[in-house]
Each structure stands twice: as structure tokens, then as C-alpha cells.
């Protein structure tokens, strides 16, 4: 009798974890390649009216860095591309990891990087190493925007608990030219291009999910052409199926400058 129930029990143990491992979440990647169409002109560089703080800031060549296309491969810089999604998220082992601070620096008279992603709870740093002062303004919507005098060489630290819907701006009301952008996210999902239009976001949850495709100038993008084929998106919106162990590579995905342009305020 004492077998039979030492069956019965490793049985059931046994089928409790199956249970747990057939539960266990896979992961997978996305990436992609946004450039410009190979129809449209290079935009070119448009320097920056410094009206203050000349003496330091008139001497880095600052430009308008709202698009940046990179002239040896047409690749859009800054583009931004995150899961959306309404109720929580499963976070790879690897991700869930203690945040290192989300770091916006002052340098150059500009705000580096032009994007931050950061978490929810995650420590941000306003640094300045320049020699003038800066102040970094925020425009947050669901948190307490701010609006933070930062000298040089003096970093401040700070705590957003809110998620946002959208990228956030922040300004330096000081040098009115300044302009960066936070991504505020409840998980690690979102990600930037890089100089050559290239885009990664590995270690997502594997299944369909939303992602939002946005820039500064247009906001939500309208849509891009992949190989022959024009696809229209869903106010910036897709849905994506990620692949389990595996990567969904979009592959290069172009974009017209009428596609790229500043949006109309009502």
C-alpha cells in the first residue's frame, strides 16, 4: 500500500511539473533595417542658431538633429520601436536584473543621447559636462513633469514610477535649440536605431504582440515599403508574431521623406 501511494504522489508530482515547463515562456527577437528611399535626397545638415552661451556653444557645429540620415548607407537614426501593450508583460531572467541608472547627458551644448529608454523605477541621471549650465524640462504626463537646474559637473538623480504612452520630451529652457526624448516603459522592450538604421530588440516574449514604430517628426509612422510592397500601419502601430528561439527580421524598410515630415498641429 505504501508503494501505491509513493506511485501516486511521484505521478502527480511528475505531472505538475510538465505543467510548470509547458507554462514557461519563450523568447525570441525582432530586428530590422529603416532607411531612407533610395528616391529621395539626402536631407542636409541645417546648422543651429546658437543665441546663447556662443563662446562654448557656437564652436561645435551643432545641427538640427530631429532627422538624421547617414549618407553612406541612407540609414534613419533615432527611429523608435516598442511593445505596447495593456496589462503586464513577461521579462526574460536576464532582464529582470537589478537597473543600472539611465544616464542623459549635457555635452556639446546638445543632450546625448538624443533617445533614452529607461524602466520604470530605474534611477535616471541628469549629467552636464559641459562648462555652462543646463537645465533639463520634462514634459512628463502621467508623472510629475520637471523642470531641473543642472550646473556644471553637479548630477542629479531621479525616480519616474509612471509608465508613458508615448516618448516624452525634454527641453533646455537655457539653450532653446536642446532637445532629447524618454522612453518610459513598465518592461525593457523598446529600442533605438543606431547610426545605420539598424535595429535589435532581443530576449522578447515569444507570440503576437503590438508594437508602435515612432519618430520625432512624424510621431506615429504612417508606413513604410518593404522590398515592392507598401504596407500602411495602424497609428504607428503592427502586429508582430516573434518567433520562439528564433528571430523576425523585418529586413530593410523604407521610408520617404513625406513619410519622415514634421506632423501638422491641429
Same mark, same amino acid.
Given at each position: 500500500?505504501?508503494?501505491?501511494?509513493?506511485?501516486?504522489?511521484?505521478?502527480?508530482?511528475?505531472?505538475?511539473?510538465?505543467?510548470?515547463?509547458?507554462?514557461?515562456?519563450?523568447?525570441?527577437?525582432?530586428?530590422?533595417?529603416?532607411?531612407?528611399?533610395?528616391?529621395?535626397?539626402?536631407?542636409?545638415?541645417?546648422?543651429?542658431?546658437?543665441?546663447?552661451?556662443?563662446?562654448?556653444?557656437?564652436?561645435?557645429?551643432?545641427?538640427?538633429?530631429?532627422?538624421?540620415?547617414?549618407?553612406?548607407?541612407?540609414?534613419?537614426?533615432?527611429?523608435?520601436? !516598442?511593445?505596447? $501593450?495593456?496589462?503586464? *508583460?513577461?521579462? &526574460? #531572467?536576464?532582464?529582470?536584473?537589478?537597473?543600472?541608472?539611465?544616464? /542623459? %547627458?549635457?555635452?556639446?551644448?546638445?543632450?546625448?543621447?538624443?533617445?533614452?529608454?529607461?524602466?520604470?523605477?530605474?534611477?535616471?541621471?541628469?549629467?552636464?559636462?559641459?562648462?555652462?549650465?543646463?537645465?533639463?524640462?520634462?514634459?512628463?504626463?502621467?508623472?510629475?513633469?520637471?523642470?531641473?537646474?543642472?550646473?556644471?559637473?553637479?548630477?542629479?538623480?531621479?525616480?519616474?514610477?509612471?509608465?508613458?504612452?508615448?516618448?516624452?520630451?525634454?527641453?533646455?529652457?537655457?539653450?532653446? !535649440?536642446?532637445? $532629447?526624448?524618454?522612453? *518610459?516603459?513598465? &518592461? #525593457?522592450?523598446?529600442?533605438?536605431?543606431?547610426?545605420?538604421?539598424? /535595429? %535589435?530588440?532581443?530576449?522578447?516574449?515569444?507570440?503576437?504582440?503590438?508594437?508602435?514604430?515612432?519618430?520625432?517628426?512624424?510621431?506615429?509612422?504612417?508606413?513604410?515599403?518593404?522590398?515592392?510592397?507598401?504596407?500602411?500601419?495602424?497609428?504607428?502601430?503592427?502586429?508582430?508574431?516573434?518567433?520562439?528561439?528564433?528571430?523576425?527580421?523585418?529586413?530593410?524598410?523604407?521610408?520617404?521623406?513625406?513619410?519622415?515630415?514634421?506632423?501638422?498641429?491641429?
Amino acid at each position: 500500500m505504501k508503494s501505491l501511494f509513493t506511485s501516486i504522489a511521484l505521478l502527480a508530482l511528475s505531472v505538475v511539473s510538465s505543467a510548470a515547463w509547458a507554462q514557461e515562456p519563450a523568447w525570441g527577437s525582432l530586428k530590422a533595417r529603416f532607411v531612407l528611399s533610395g528616391s529621395d535626397p539626402l536631407p542636409a545638415p541645417q546648422p543651429l542658431q546658437i543665441e546663447r552661451d556662443a563662446e562654448v556653444c557656437g564652436t561645435v557645429g551643432l545641427v538640427d538633429e530631429s532627422l538624421t540620415v547617414n549618407p553612406q548607407n541612407r540609414g534613419i537614426r533615432n527611429l523608435i520601436v !516598442w511593445l505596447e $501593450a495593456k496589462s503586464a *508583460v513577461p521579462i &526574460h #531572467p536576464q532582464r529582470q536584473q537589478p537597473l543600472q541608472p539611465a544616464k /542623459l %547627458d549635457n555635452r556639446g551644448c546638445r543632450f546625448e543621447p538624443r533617445v533614452l529608454c529607461m524602466q520604470t523605477g530605474q534611477p535616471l541621471q541628469l549629467l552636464n559636462n559641459d562648462p555652462v549650465v543646463h537645465n533639463a524640462a520634462a514634459f512628463l504626463k502621467r508623472s510629475t513633469p520637471f523642470n531641473e537646474v543642472i550646473p556644471s559637473g553637479k548630477p542629479s538623480e531621479r525616480i519616474i514610477r509612471k509608465a508613458e504612452t508615448l516618448p516624452v520630451r525634454v527641453d533646455c529652457s537655457i539653450h532653446s !535649440w536642446m532637445r $532629447a526624448w524618454l522612453v *518610459v516603459l513598465d &518592461h #525593457p522592450y523598446a529600442a533605438v536605431t543606431d547610426a545605420d538604421g539598424q /535595429l %535589435d530588440l532581443p530576449q522578447l516574449p515569444a507570440g503576437e504582440w503590438r508594437f508602435r514604430f515612432w519618430h520625432e517628426r512624424p510621431e506615429n509612422i504612417p508606413g513604410w515599403t518593404r522590398g515592392s510592397t507598401s504596407e500602411t500601419l495602424d497609428r504607428g502601430g503592427l502586429l508582430l508574431t516573434i518567433p520562439a528561439s528564433g528571430t523576425l527580421d523585418l529586413g530593410e524598410l523604407q521610408l520617404t521623406v513625406e513619410q519622415l515630415a514634421v506632423k501638422k498641429k491641429k
